[in-house]
Structures are given as structure tokens and as C-alpha cells.
């Protein structure tokens, strides 16, 4: 039978065998061993054995090429919950980990696999996320890219209108907001919340309690540092205004942001000229699970200071790259809290 010499050397075939040249790296620099082609499978049992032990850090391979990296005490009945939900899962492999090493282990797998440029499905860990979200159907993907360009713009050029709440939904939070107004920095916490909203957070008034919540004096730290106001999205505090316990003439604050984004070059001498343009802001690496791995929290000591960074165009760009990423992930867990008086 003659050769199909053009079969051999197309363009597909060449790109599919780079396709599986990059994901035997990427599964070897992740210290798994190669990946089992599970696509008929429904258990791992042959894979695995069944008196080996099940504990350790997963990695799923799915037919778009895509992939999920988790953590399981039972690897064999987590796929099997994986299978059910999941029918076009095409590999598989796994690493034994011991049971109190798997949190870290995790993140530091799932860290290193979107650093070898790797499409990841995970949520939590993750700085980006893959595919089609749930925040497409209220903002699109090109609304989206059009909105990372110029937030402030695309934010005045929306027409959406301005929610309205139940009158009783409004009462839950009365008495806390003018507990706000009679603090002696209210004037200077709500130019900076709506700086905030303005130049930071996708769409507001599409996004507003569902994606986004605002709360106002919450119980949080109140023993020793008595928050204001905060802005919440997914899981996490994006925006936090404080007070030190009995000044209520002062005002303090942290932002969470994109640190890839703040310090593209991650060199020390961008590092300098912020400490020069801020210095009464310090920072500390975040530790926030839906944040991922390029993360960081800017601490203002003063009003005037706290302000000043919100206003910063770099703050601000790297403040709304963090804020999309979340809302791609997942709706606000704090809608509950929403003092819609606050926002305006």
C-alpha cells in the first residue's frame, strides 16, 4: 500500500504531534507520570490498583483540551464523581501525596501549570479563567476585552439603569449607613468608594449585587480596626475602609490586586518608584484562594494617602484585572450584606 506522504507531513499532523510533545512536558514538569487515555473508562480502578493508596493530586484531561488539576484522599471515587458530571474526560494521571501536604501541594501544581501556559478549568488558585462564564451572559467577551482597554469609559458609556431594591431589603442596612454618615471621614470613604466603582469594578450597575456587594459597617475586626465599608466579589474583599478602634476622625484602607499587572517587569526598581509615589503604602503578598497566584494587598495609613492610590492609573488597571478575573469565577457569596444606600 503506498504512503500517504502529505498525510504524514501536513500542517494538522505536525501541529497535533507539537500538541503532544507540550503535554508530555507539561505533565512530566508537573511531576506526574504520563496520562492514561481514560475516554471509555467510568473507573480508575485498573489504573490505580485497588490496595494502593488513593491519596494525592490529580490531573484530568478534557476533549477541548483543556485541564483540571485536584486534590483527593480517594482518587478512585473522586473520578468516578468527575465521570459522572464530566463525559468528555480523555486523560488521566496521578501523583500519591501525603494527606497533609495536599493543600499546598495543590496550589503549587496548579500555580506551575499556568505558568507552562496550560488551559486550566480550575476556579480556585487559578489568576485566569478559561472558557465561557457565567459573566458572559450579563457583560460579553468582547464587552469585556473593550472594558480591560478603558474601564472608565466603558463604565459612563454603559446605559444599564440603576437597580432598584425592595423597600424592606433597604431597612436591613439603614441603621448601619447612617452610623456611616455620622463617622467624621464619611465624606472622604464615599469618594473613594465611588472613585472605586468608577474606575475599578465591570459594569456596576449591571454587576451590582450579584457580582459586586458593598457593605457597610460590618461587625468584622471591630475590636481593634472597625471597618467603614467594604466592596466584595466572589469570595474575597477587593476594597476594604477602616479605622483604627476609637478614631473616628481616621481613615484607613487595603485594595487587592493584580501584581503581574501593578509590576509587569517584577523587578525591584518598579517596586521603588511606587514606594517613592506612595510612601505611606505597604505591601504584602495576598493569600486569597480565588485570587491566584498574581496577587497582592496595598495598605494606606492615611486618608489622603488611600485616596491618592485609588486614584493612581496603575493602581486602577491592576485593580480592575483582578476584579474581572472574579467575576469570571463566580457570582458575590456577600450579596446578603448589600447596603444599596451606600453605593448611591
Known amino acids: 500500500m503506498p504512503v500517504n506522504f502529505y498525510r504524514l507531513v501536513s500542517p494538522e499532523n505536525s501541529r497535533v504531534s507539537k500538541e503532544w510533545k507540550n503535554k508530555a512536558s507539561w505533565v512530566q514538569s508537573l511531576g506526574y507520570p504520563p496520562l492514561k487515555p481514560v475516554t471509555s473508562l467510568q473507573t480508575t480502578a485498573r489504573l490505580i490498583g485497588r490496595a494502593k493508596r488513593r491519596c494525592g493530586i490529580y490531573l484530568l484531561e478534557f476533549d477541548d483540551s483543556t485541564f483540571y488539576i485536584g486534590q483527593s484522599v480517594d482518587v478512585r471515587s473522586r473520578f468516578g464523581q468527575h465521570r459522572r458530571k464530566h463525559g468528555n474526560i480523555v486523560g488521566f494521571t496521578f501523583s500519591r501525596v501525603a494527606r497533609k501536604n495536599l493543600n499546598a501541594e495543590e496550589q503549587r501544581r496548579i500555580n506551575a501549570a499556568e505558568g507552562l501556559g496550560m488551559k486550566l478549568s480550575n476556579i480556585v488558585h487559578v489568576s485566569k479563567v478559561s472558557g465561557e462564564t457565567k459573566l458572559d451572559l450579563v457583560i460579553s467577551q468582547e464587552e469585556q476585552?473593550?472594558?480591560?482597554?478603558?474601564?472608565e469609559m466603558e463604565n459612563q458609556l454603559d446605559q444599564s439603569p440603576k437597580k432598584e431594591f425592595p423597600e424592606e431589603f433597604v431597612q436591613r442596612t439603614k441603621g448601619?449607613?447612617?452610623r456611616f454618615l455620622e463617622h467624621g471621614q464619611?465624606?472622604?470613604a464615599l469618594e473613594i468608594l465611588r472613585t472605586y466603582l468608577k474606575n475599578c469594578v465591570p459594569m456596576p450597575r449591571r454587576?451590582?449585587?450579584s457580582l459586586w456587594s458593598m457593605s457597610c459597617m460590618p461587625s468584622t475586626n471591630s475590636y481593634f480596626a472597625p471597618r467603614l465599608a467594604v466592596i466584595n466579589m466572589s469570595v474575597m474583599e477587593v476594597l476594604v475602609l477602616w479605622h483604627p478602634k476609637g478614631a473616628n476622625n481616621k481613615l484607613r484602607g487595603h485594595v487587592n490586586v493584580a501584581s503581574n499587572e501593578l509590576f509587569p517587569k517584577g523587578g525591584w526598581i518598579e517596586r521603588l518608584r511606587f514606594w517613592l509615589s506612595f510612601?505611606?503604602?505597604?505591601?504584602?503578598k495576598g493569600k486569597y484562594q480565588d485570587a491566584g497566584q498574581h496577587q497582592m494587598t496595598l495598605y494606606a495609613l492615611s486618608a489622603n494617602s488611600l485616596l491618592k492610590l485609588i486614584q493612581d492609573k496603575r493602581v486602577q488597571k491592576a485593580s480592575a484585572q483582578l476584579n474581572l478575573q472574579l467575576m469570571r469565577k463566580r457570582g458575590t457569596i456577600y450579596s446578603r450584606f448589600h447596603c444599596s444606600e451606600l453605593v448611591g
Do not use: A, C, G, Q
Request: proline letters at 9%; charged letters at 25%; glycine letters at 0%.
Open 279 to 284: 510612601p505611606l503604602v505597604f505591601i504584602k
Open 207 to 209: 454587576t451590582e449585587h
Open 145 to 151: 476585552d473593550l472594558w480591560l482597554l478603558n474601564p
Open 176 to 178: 448601619r449607613y447612617t
Open 186 to 188: 464619611s465624606d472622604m
